[in-house]
């Protein structure tokens, strides 16, 4: 039922009167971007006057931007690492937010390899819960029908530790599927999944994925939508039923369950769901076990009408993966958030990835804007000149500084944005790339100085050879599922003959991979999200003819520096033609979820 004749929106007719409401939140929202701002600074401010963070730069109660942009420095995770350390440690005084901080959750984001811990407080869920309302409500305006089948979904949960003071650490998807919110959340025909909670909230990886599986098997004809977070999450159950469709088949067969599975919470709700289905076995067997597996999802899934992932930033890698196991369906990116913050959604879900643009919703926190260029130099006391959401203008990449309910002032995100135009007066950004990242195959993040320090590691390993590392580039491989880091590596060894065995070089390839971060090391061995890491070996001379190949297109000789990251096709057919021996990590590093600092 089009609900013109209820409440009409601008954004288009809405499907039902809950969308109606959503939409018109929207347009309020984007229509006062300015104002809306200004009394959340005031709230934010207002409410935690009396913590020992904000009472340090002698607010004395101001709670009006000029003040606080004259008094409260930027910050990024660094400098807020000893309060944070004393909340994890116990100290329950309102150190950054008068509210308690209810748990962490851990960014994907590291500072000293470890993951980093935001504080957040309870009433975060409902903000973030309200941008999740808002989702369906715009898609609805796009795509009809979605109350009419499934959304298959794969979800997952990620382990959880506590903090010496008692407090959890966990992903804020981790904290949001736990929650009341997501678990007891009332029925939506426009918003039903194939997987039960209790596949979803499973902590062993295999088990859930096989459930949501096998479920997302059964309602095939129902399922409308196939989504994950992430793009590599998506292409991981397309993996996942490469690897199990056998067992799946055998199960619909039988209405049997894989002895594997044992959680008995999937148990009980399963034998709601398990049939023998021999017809729908014999369908699934036929089109797995074909050479070609493209178009697989829209085969299996015939009703699909979207893919519902981020392909956004570093994930964009994967589109054209996607593309050929979904026949091309649109891909919606539907919202932009972030373990500090859930910031925005996509109010035009269906655009081609390239054209996808985010809007920041005003009451989700106070954001500011710092113009990309003038970025500071480190140690530079004088605040530069931050820009308000209102005020950023169409065409200029800014970096993303955000104040929070939970207790984060000024705080870099570490992402850069560009505008691409206003909805009503709030700004529409591109996502352009996330500062320092070389690397990315799943959720890990790799900057040079990591990269780096592993090359270095590893390298001293070559030292017994009277051989080193003069010079090194990288690339993250999507090609296989799971992607994995190629690292390209010229040796100089002083007797050649004598030079380092396969054998060492595999040892260099996991001493690499055990310098990494704990992020990358937790998706390598408790995901299986990333694949084991490669060292090439390219003959002596190799990064000179690249550097040539560099000044050929217009580099400077003087300004030339080894890109630590190429990504570039001739580029990296230039490196492959050059390989002489290639070598992989031969077993998982270590990981452990209990190896955090605090
Ligand atoms: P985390 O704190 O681990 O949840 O990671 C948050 C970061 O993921 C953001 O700051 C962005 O860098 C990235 N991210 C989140 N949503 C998107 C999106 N829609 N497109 C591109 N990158 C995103």
Same mark, same amino acid.
């Given at each position: 039922?089009?609900?013109?004749?209820?409440?009409?929106?601008?954004?288009? =007719?809405?499907?039902?009167?809950?969308?109606?409401?959503?939409?018109?939140?929207?347009?309020?929202?984007?229509?006062?971007?300015?104002?809306?701002?200004? +009394?959340?600074?005031? *709230?934010?401010?207002?409410?935690?006057?009396?913590?020992?963070?904000?009472?340090?730069?002698?607010?004395?109660?101001?709670?009006?931007?000029?003040? /606080?942009?004259?008094?409260?420095?930027?910050? @990024?995770?660094?400098?807020?690492?000893?309060?944070?350390? #004393?909340?994890?440690?116990?100290?329950?005084?309102?150190?950054?937010?008068? *509210? =308690?901080?209810?748990? /962490?959750?851990?960014?994907?984001?590291?500072?000293?390899?470890? %993951?980093?811990?935001? =504080?957040?407080? !309870?009433?975060?869920?409902?903000?973030?819960?309200?941008?999740?309302?808002?989702?369906?409500?715009?898609?609805?305006?796009?795509?009809?029908?979605?109350?009419?089948?499934?959304?298959?979904?794969?979800?997952?949960? !990620?382990?959880? @530790?506590?903090?010496?003071?008692?407090?959890?650490?966990?992903?804020?998807?981790?904290?949001?599927?736990?929650?009341?919110? /997501?678990?007891?959340?009332?029925?939506?025909?426009?918003?039903?999944?194939?997987?039960?909670?209790?596949?979803?909230?499973?902590?062993?990886?295999?088990?859930?994925?096989?459930?949501?599986?096998?479920?997302?098997?059964?309602?095939?004809?129902?399922?409308?939508?196939?989504?994950?977070?992430?793009?590599?999450?998506?292409?991981?159950?397309?993996?996942?039923?490469?690897?199990?469709?056998?067992?799946?088949?055998?199960?619909? #067969?039988?209405?049997?369950? +894989?002895?594997?599975?044992?959680?008995?919470?999937?148990?009980?709700?399963?034998?709601?769901?398990? %049939? &023998?289905?021999?017809? $729908?076995?014999?369908?699934?067997?036929?089109?797995?076990?074909?050479?070609?597996?493209?178009?697989?999802?829209?085969?299996?899934?015939?009703?699909?009408?979207? $893919?519902?992932?981020?392909?956004?930033?570093?994930?964009?890698?994967?589109?054209?993966?996607?593309?050929?196991?979904?026949?091309?369906?649109?891909?919606?990116?539907?919202?932009?958030?972030?373990?500090?913050?859930?910031?925005?959604?996509?109010? +035009?879900?269906?655009?081609?990835?390239?054209?996808?643009?985010?809007?920041?919703?005003?009451?989700?926190?106070?954001?500011?804007?710092?113009?990309?260029?003038?970025?500071?130099?480190?140690?530079?006391?004088?605040?530069?000149?931050?820009?308000?959401?209102?005020?950023?203008?169409?065409?200029?990449?800014?970096?993303?500084?955000?104040?929070?309910?939970?207790?984060?002032?000024?705080?870099?995100?570490?992402?850069?944005?560009?505008?691409?135009?206003?909805?009503?007066?709030?700004?529409?950004?591109?996502?352009? #790339?996330?500062? +320092?990242?070389?690397?990315?195959?799943?959720?890990? !993040?790799?900057?040079?100085?990591?990269?780096?320090?592993?090359?270095?590691?590893?390298?001293?390993?070559?030292?017994?050879?009277?051989?080193?590392?003069?010079?090194?580039?990288?690339?993250?491989?999507?090609?296989?599922?799971?992607?994995?880091?190629?690292?390209?590596?010229?040796?100089?060894?002083?007797?050649? @003959?004598?030079?380092?065995?396969g054998e060492v070089m595999e040892r260099c390839c996991l001493e690499?991979e055990e310098?990494?971060?704990?992020?990358?090391?937790?998706?390598?061995?408790?995901?299986?999200?990333?694949?084991a890491l490669e060292i090439?070996?390219?003959?002596?001379?190799?990064?000179?003819?690249?550097?040539?190949?560099?000044?050929?297109?217009?580099?400077?000789?003087?300004?030339?520096?080894?890109? %630590?990251?190429?990504?570039? @096709?001739?580029?990296?057919?230039?490196?492959?033609?050059?390989?002489?021996?290639?070598h992989f990590s031969p077993s998982l590093p270590?990981?452990? &979820?209990?190896?955090? #600092?605090?």
């Amino acid at each position: 039922m089009a609900v013109d004749s209820i409440l009409s929106s601008p954004l288009g =007719p809405p499907a039902c009167e809950k969308d109606a409401k959503a939409l018109q939140f929207i347009e309020e929202m984007t229509r006062n971007a300015d104002s809306v701002q200004e +009394n959340v600074l005031a *709230h934010i401010l207002r409410r935690n006057a009396d913590t020992e963070y904000l009472k340090s730069f002698n607010l004395d109660g101001a709670t009006d931007r000029e003040t /606080f942009k004259s008094k409260i420095p930027m910050v @990024t995770y660094e400098d807020l690492q000893p309060f944070i350390q #004393r909340i994890a440690d116990g100290d329950r005084s309102p150190i950054l937010s008068s *509210h =308690p901080v209810s748990e /962490f959750l851990t960014s994907s984001g590291t500072s000293a390899g470890e %993951r980093k811990l935001m =504080p957040t407080i !309870k009433e975060e869920l409902d903000r973030r819960q309200l941008l999740y309302s808002l989702l369906m409500p715009v898609m609805n305006l796009y795509v009809n029908g979605l109350d009419k089948g499934k959304g298959l979904y794969f979800l997952f949960i !990620k382990s959880e @530790t506590k903090t010496p003071g008692g407090l959890l650490a966990r992903p804020v998807l981790t904290s949001y599927y736990k929650s009341d919110h /997501f678990k007891t959340r009332p029925h939506d025909p426009y918003n039903v999944y194939t997987s039960p909670n209790e596949a979803i909230l499973c902590p062993d990886s295999f088990q859930s994925m096989y459930t949501q599986m096998l479920c997302g098997l059964y309602d095939r004809h129902q399922v409308l939508r196939v989504g994950a977070v992430f793009a590599s999450g998506l292409l991981r159950a397309i993996r996942f039923l490469q690897l199990n469709w056998r067992q799946l088949a055998d199960d619909i #067969r039988a209405g049997s369950l +894989n002895h594997k599975v044992t959680d008995p919470d999937i148990l009980s709700c399963m034998t709601r769901i398990l %049939r &023998p289905d021999p017809e $729908l076995a014999d369908f699934i067997v036929s089109e797995c076990s074909k050479e070609k597996w493209e178009r697989i999802i829209t085969r299996i899934w015939p009703n699909t009408k979207y $893919l519902d992932v981020i392909v956004t930033g570093a994930m964009a890698q994967y589109i054209p993966t996607l593309d050929y196991y979904s026949g091309g369906l649109p891909k919606a990116c539907t919202m932009y958030a972030s373990s500090e913050c859930y910031f925005g959604l996509n109010l +035009n879900p269906m655009s081609k990835p390239s054209d996808v643009s985010y809007t920041i919703m005003p009451n989700m926190a106070y954001f500011e804007f710092l113009p990309h260029e003038a970025a500071p130099a480190a140690g530079v006391a004088q605040p530069p000149p931050l820009v308000d959401l209102a005020d950023v203008e169409v065409g200029k990449e800014y970096e993303l500084v955000i104040t929070t309910y939970a207790g984060l002032y000024r705080y870099h995100v570490g992402d850069i944005l560009r505008v691409t135009g206003f909805h009503n007066a709030a700004p529409q950004f591109q996502f352009v #790339r996330r500062k +320092n990242v070389l690397l990315s195959i799943d959720s890990d !993040k790799t900057d040079e100085a990591e990269l780096q320090a592993a090359v270095e590691s590893a390298s001293r390993l070559l030292k017994g050879y009277d051989t080193s590392v003069v010079e090194y580039t990288s690339y993250a491989d999507t090609a296989t599922i799971p992607g994995h880091y190629v690292v390209y590596w010229e040796l100089l060894a002083r007797e050649p @003959t004598a030079g380092p065995t396969g054998e060492v070089m595999e040892r260099c390839c996991l001493e690499m991979e055990e310098c990494l971060n704990s992020v990358y090391r937790q998706c390598r061995v408790a995901d299986g999200s990333i694949g084991a890491l490669e060292i090439r070996v390219v003959r002596n001379g190799t990064f000179e003819e690249l550097m040539d190949y560099a000044i050929s297109r217009g580099a400077s000789i003087n300004q030339y520096k080894v890109p %630590r990251c190429v990504s570039f @096709t001739p580029i990296t057919e230039l490196l492959d033609s050059r390989v002489v021996s290639t070598h992989f990590s031969p077993s998982l590093p270590h990981w452990a &979820p209990d190896r955090r #600092r605090c």
